[in-house]
């Protein structure tokens, strides 16, 4: 039971071009979002979050989408550079039942020089 | 500088055995954080604690228990542990209580069982 997904698995950019990656959620109880990236062999990094009041909040060259009628979020790096290039996780919360935490499975991201 | 560190990196171990995987942090955070990593899920949450003797359960938490008897540390121990948790752990702190929060990651333990 996936309530939290990420249908691309690996996306592509060149660098200095927009990298989008998406992710979308099922269950309405979510009320807080967040985007975490990983390099091998390392642990996760925060990288911004959104709360479901709001539909958009950036952080640098970082922003952040919510469309809740879509049960969508994505995160939008601009530009891309090579040290971008890592995996990247969403994650959904719902605090009001029970700490409910999701994370999606996770895109790779590759941006060429 | 503050850090979370987790030992052993490696395990392998054998079925039925118990294993406890180490946590510690420097940074004084109250709320710690237990993840696994499985491919083609993201990362689960196993237990989490807010503070000296308080754990909770996360979505996964058959098969694990936590004790805080410390800040600094929240050891995983998996009592009879079973091929189905052979995983990645990663351990977590936050200063702030609330699961949506910025944590910071350990660097994870690669764990096998036989």
């Known amino acids: 039971d996936q309530q939290v997904k990420q249908n691309s698995p690996s996306l592509s950019v060149q660098e200095g071009r927009i990298s989008i990656l998406n992710c979308d959620y099922t269950?309405?109880?979510?009320?807080?979002f967040l985007w975490y990236k990983k390099y091998p062999a390392e642990g996760p990094t925060f990288l911004i979050s959104i709360s479901s009041i709001k539909d958009k909040n950036e952080d640098g060259r970082f922003t952040v989408f919510l469309n809740k009628s879509a049960k969508h979020l994505s995160l939008h790096i601009v530009p891309s550079q090579p040290g971008d290039s890592a995996v990247y996780f969403c994650a959904a919360i719902s605090p009001y039942n029970n700490n409910d935490m999701r994370f999606g499975a996770g895109t790779r991201l590759t941006v060429k020089p | 500088d503050a850090e979370i560190t987790q030992s052993p990196r490696h395990k392998i171990t054998e079925t039925g055995r118990q294993v406890t995987l180490a946590c510690h942090q420097t940074w004084n955070h109250n709320n710690m954080f237990w993840y696994r990593q499985d491919l083609g899920h993201g990362l689960r949450l196993i237990h989490y604690s807010y503070g000296v003797q308080d754990t909770n359960k996360g979505e996964v938490s058959d098969g694990y228990s936590v004790s805080r008897s410390n800040t600094e540390d929240l050891p995983l121990t998996l009592e009879s542990a079973a091929s189905s948790q052979t995983s990645v752990y990663f351990c977590?702190?936050?200063?702030?209580?609330?699961?949506?929060?910025?944590?910071?990651f350990g660097p994870g333990t690669r764990l096998t069982v036989l």
């Open positions: 977590a702190s936050s200063e702030k209580r609330a699961l949506y929060n910025e944590q910071f």
């Open positions: 269950n309405s109880m979510f009320d807080y």
